[in-house]
């Protein structure tokens, strides 16, 4: 059965859009997913769902979690197949120099235009990096993310797609659930 990493953007940040995880995972049981496991407060979610799409199932998502919370959520989906060959494809572990506590991935809802980098360029900083791959930005802020012109704001205005934003440490995490089909429901993760 096929594994899904829902990122949901822009929820519990600033005391705005909260959702509390149990019961995150509660909506998406009775949308039918079963396996469901949630890490940290940031709006996270590894499910197994057998019989949709990607796009069908983001829709699905987005409408059960607009009409259970009366707040529009924008996700970003992928499969776990996706994220291993995200996570292998990073160009920029392949500098020894990096800092892998300031490396991040921006997942988009969709392929950015060809000009993306030319778009996006301007907005990094001098020892900022960025690598445009698919629907991937991986992202390297050595001044720390919270510095960075390169925001899911400033990312989705530039490109007209959804953007979410996750930290190394983080997507490796969601990996790792994805894998681990044994793994506990996480009432203790968020």
Request: charged share 20%.
């Amino acid at each position: 059965m096929p594994i899904f990493i829902a990122l949901l953007r822009g929820i519990n940040v600033s005391g705005k859009n909260v959702i509390k995880m149990d019961t995150l995972r509660e909506c998406f049981a009775r949308l039918g997913f079963t396996s469901i496991r949630t890490y940290i407060q940031s709006g996270n979610v590894v499910f197994d769902n057998a019989h949709a799409s990607v796009t069908g199932l983001r829709k699905t998502i987005e409408q059960a979690i607009l009409s259970e919370f009366g707040f529009a959520v924008p996700i970003v989906l992928r499969t776990s197949k996706q994220v291993t060959e995200i996570v292998k494809g990073n160009p920029l572990l392949k500098r020894p120099t990096i800092d892998t506590s300031k490396l991040h991935i921006t997942f988009l809802s969709d392929h950015p235009p060809r000009n993306a980098p030319a778009l996006l360029r301007p907005l990094a900083g001098t020892t900022e990096q960025l690598y445009i791959i698919g629907k991937e930005i991986y992202l390297y802020c050595p001044a720390g993310y919270g510095n960075t012109k390169l925001s899911n704001a400033a990312i989705e205005k530039k490109l007209s797609v959804v953007a979410t934003t996750r930290n190394w440490k983080t997507v490796n995490t969601l990996l790792d659930i994805a894998q681990c089909k044994n793994a506990r429901p996480s009432g203790n993760r968020a």
